[in-house]
């Protein structure tokens, strides 16, 4: 089974051609090709396949470490345009929808490794996310690790809780990192990203991503931490999100629109995994 090794800010992924054939990788298989000591070793495992949905030219999937699916990656569907345009199948300044597991999103390839990506407008009613509470609001108490946090709740494809902090470093953070990302509130587990403000078109991010732990970048966590700021009047509509393994640039202006990310995409290298059909 070929493969290409692909990386958005360090965060890592193991990038398989299904366009014409369905690859049958279960739970077990995908964490064997995730693991970092005896397979490939990746944060996430994607796909690409043909689009069941005709507006949409690609579909690709999106699988956690752990074997568990993921309804949106920002960084990925960065790196699934970077191997579309190598493939021959999308070309320099071009817009194409593609089929995510969350639905539709739309990218842009600014140069062969950078590409621009709406990742649709952020969703904060509770429900939605899916977070349990009474009402949408723009901040909520939550009990974590024996003590109580505020946060902010936004879908982006995917649950995230936004944690504004005044070092992402901090001793500590380790620890509520996978207690906030596997909280009973959130059903489906969530992405929790701790958020440092630096000024009003800067900030720096920490991300554990649910089913993958800490990672160097999580793209759809740049767009929560950005749009659960700017929900606050806290931002402006543009801003740069510092993350460990590199820089983000997201844009939105607001309710009612699409907001749009921003960043590089990598080749590492090809392979072959001898370890599954």
Not at 33 to 41: E, Y
Not at 58 to 64: C, L, T
Request: proline residues 8%.
């Amino acid at each position: 089974m070929r493969f290409s090794k692909m990386h958005g800010l360090g965060n890592d992924f193991v990038v398989l051609d299904a366009r014409t054939r369905p690859l049958a990788l279960d739970a077990a298989a995908i964490r064997a090709l995730a693991d970092r000591h005896t397979g490939v070793g990746c944060d996430q495992l994607l796909t690409i396949e043909p689009a069941r949905d005709p507006s949409c030219a690609f579909r690709y999937g999106i699988w956690n470490a752990d074997g568990s699916p993921s309804g949106q990656c920002g960084n990925g569907v960065r790196c699934v345009a970077a191997w579309l345009h190598r493939a021959g199948a999308l070309e320099l300044g071009e817009t194409v929808r593609l089929e995510s597991p969350s639905g539709p999103v739309d990218v842009r390839l600014l140069g062969p490794l950078e590409v621009a990506v709406d990742m649709g407008e952020p969703v904060f009613a509770p429900a939605r996310i899916p977070f349990l509470a009474e009402a949408e609001a723009d901040r909520y108490p939550i009990a974590v690790a024996g003590g109580e946090l505020v946060i902010g709740a936004v879908s982006m494809g995917n649950p995230h809780a936004v944690v504004v902090v005044d070092d992402p470093e901090a001793a500590g953070i380790d620890a509520l990192g996978p207690a906030l990302s596997t909280h009973p509130r959130f059903p489906q587990g969530a992405n929790a990203g701790f958020v440092r403000r630096l000024d009003r078109n800067h900030l720096r991010l920490r991300v554990h991503e649910r089913g993958s732990g800490w990672t160097l970048a999580c793209g759809t966590g740049a767009c929560a931490a950005m749009a659960v700021l700017r929900r606050r009047g806290e931002v402006e509509a543009g801003v740069a999100v510092t993350l460990p393994g590199g820089t983000l640039h997201i844009d939105w202006p607001g309710p009612g629109h699409p907001l749009w990310m921003t960043g590089p995409a990598a080749f590492v290298f090809e392979g072959d995994w001898p370890h599954a059909a």
